[in-house]
């Protein structure tokens, strides 16, 4: 049975740091790249970051790029976004999710952009 579960949400002050975790379990970790995506409240889910399967190639949303860092650990089958100068507009849901290859969507993310799902963790910055 495929699981994604994301840890490490929680209440943070804008300017702090929050590391998510997802541990997946299911299916061979290391043949999939991994993404991270968020949904905040009456929006719709978007695109936040991914990571290939080995590790040596990321993509960021502009609105992350230079403050939140995804990464992976293949033998943990472990994923991981590092986030750091956290703003209020980064409250959300956050999602992770596994797909063959890396997702080309960097906008708003579909069900089926993805192939597995976990659960999501939610993340809230206060100003």
């Known amino acids: 049975q495929v699981q994604l579960v994301e840890s490490g949400g929680g209440f943070v002050q804008a300017g702090g740091s929050l590391r998510l975790s997802c541990a997946a379990s299911?299916?061979?970790?290391?043949?999939?790249?991994m993404a991270w995506l968020r949904q905040a409240f009456g929006e719709e889910r978007e695109f936040v970051a991914a990571?290939?399967?080995?590790?040596?190639?990321?993509v960021y949303a502009d609105s992350v790029k230079g403050r939140f860092t995804v990464s992976r650990d293949n033998p943990k089958s472990t994923a991981y976004l590092q986030m750091n100068s956290l703003k209020p507009e980064d409250t959300a849901v956050y999602y992770c999710?596994?797909?063959?290859?890396?997702?080309?969507?960097?906008?708003?993310?579909?069900?089926?952009?993805?192939?597995?799902w976990g659960i999501g963790t939610l993340v809230t910055v206060s100003s």
């Open positions: 999710a596994a797909n063959p290859t890396v997702p080309a969507v960097r906008g708003t993310v579909r069900q089926n952009d993805m192939t597995y």
């Open positions: 299911g299916f061979t970790f290391s043949n999939y790249a």
């Open positions: 990571i290939n399967w080995s590790g040596d190639g990321t």
